[in-house]
Structures are given as C-alpha cells and as structure tokens.
C-alpha cells in the first residue's frame, strides 16, 4: 500500500542536541511538508518542496534544515538553534504543490530531555 | 494574512448526536479542506470544498465563499468521529493556512 512513512514515533533529545526525523513516501508525490503542531494549535509549516534538490522555507523555519536529494525521501534535521523543539512533527506530500490531496504520515513526537 | 478561526474550539456529545462545525476565513481564498485528527495524530483529508455542498456517508460539508464560511456536518456521531476537526484554506499563493481545530468528543 502506498503512504507516508515517518520515522521515530517517539524521541528524545538533550540540550544541545541535532536530531534526524525521517519522512519517506512511495506515492510518487511531487511535493513534501513538514509541519509543527503544538498543542491545541493547528499546523503550522516548517520547510516544504516541489521538486527534488528544491526546498523553500515555510513559516517557522529557524532552526530547522531539510535537504531533498530523492523524491521518495524528506528529512528534517532540528537543530541545536531550536530552543522550544518539543511538539508533534508531521510529515505530508501532496501529487504536485498546490496543496490539494494531502496524505500524512502518522507523525513523530519530539521531546527534549 | 488570512484568518481561519473555527468554532466551537471544544464539543461533547453522546453517540447519535448530530453536530455542526463552522470556519470563517477573513479572504478569499484558492480553497478550503477538512482534516481529521484521531486520537493518536493521524490526520486524513476529508473534503475538498472551495465552493458548494458535498457528502460522504454521514459527514458532509457546505462551503459559501461570497460569505467567506465552512460548516461540516456529522450526523448520527460514533466514538470513531472523537478527534480533532481543522480547516484549513489555501491563499493566493497556495499555502496552506490552518485553523485552531474543533476537539470532538463523542461519549459511548
């Protein structure tokens, strides 16, 4: 069956720490998200991108970093700038990039310990 | 930017109630969809609506864009209707911009 794949569901991380959170699709999606949720808040964007070795910022973008270098595969990095990293990561992908026929994995939580 | 502010933020109900969801949004928009979040995060689309009536089963969703609002309708509630409930409407350059969420919860 085709869909998202994200991997850790669970992870902690320390102080100071960069972590990897993997998103893998085998939709044949052109576009992949990341999005933030924090509790009792809806989604808000982090990084997404259209088109292999392409990625565009989203809204809250500091202290994170993606690369794109296949189309299946859309890691995000939190880096050790991300002061309030704790929430719920998720990862989609849409056919093309106009934000019509989301598929969403079932999300990685962060926390920092 | 554009606003989308869902209401109730919180709903209880017993199994069998029906239940009204509303999204206003401050402009006009490109599109507008309905997600559902389960209880363990899993988020699925459940209609793509810019404009008009559609219905699936027991939800159905009504959007006018000239008065810039959304409802969705869930009849005959089941506990597997519990979750979260987001708008979430597309502006002039296609992203997406989300509402708060309606928390739903549907008691046996």
């Known amino acids: 069956d085709g869909g998202i794949t994200q991997s850790p569901k669970y992870l902690f991380r320390k102080e100071g720490q960069n972590v990897t959170l993997s998103c893998e699709q085998n939709l044949n999606h052109d576009a992949m998200y990341w999005y933030r949720q924090d509790p009792g808040q809806g989604l808000r964007l982090i990084y997404y991108s259209q088109i292999v070795n392409d990625f565009q910022k989203g809204d809250i973008a500091e202290g994170y970093s993606v690369s794109r270098e296949k189309k299946e595969s859309f890691p995000l990095t939190v880096t050790s700038a991300q002061k309030n990293p704790t929430a719920f990561y998720l990862c989609?992908?849409?056919?093309?990039?106009?934000?019509?026929?989301?598929?969403f994995g079932s999300g990685t939580r962060l926390t920092v310990v | 930017g554009i606003q989308v502010e869902q209401s109730p933020p919180d709903l209880i109900l017993q199994e069998g109630a029906n239940s009204t969801l509303r999204c206003n949004f401050s402009?006009?928009?490109?599109?507008l969809q309905w997600f559902h979040q389960n209880p363990w995060g899993q988020l699925i689309n459940l209609f793509y609506i810019p404009s008009g009536t559609k219905q699936n089963g027991r939800l159905s969703a009504t959007t006018v864009a000239t008065e810039r609002y959304s409802l969705l309708y869930i009849s005959s509630s089941q506990t597997t209707d519990s979750g979260v409930y987001f708008c979430?409407?597309?502006?002039?350059?296609?992203?997406?911009?989300w509402g708060a969420g309606t928390k739903l919860i549907i008691k046996p």
């Open positions: 979430a409407v597309s502006d002039s350059n296609y992203q997406l911009i």
């Open positions: 402009d006009s928009v490109n599109n």
């Open positions: 989609a992908s849409t056919p093309d990039g106009f934000n019509y026929g989301y598929t």
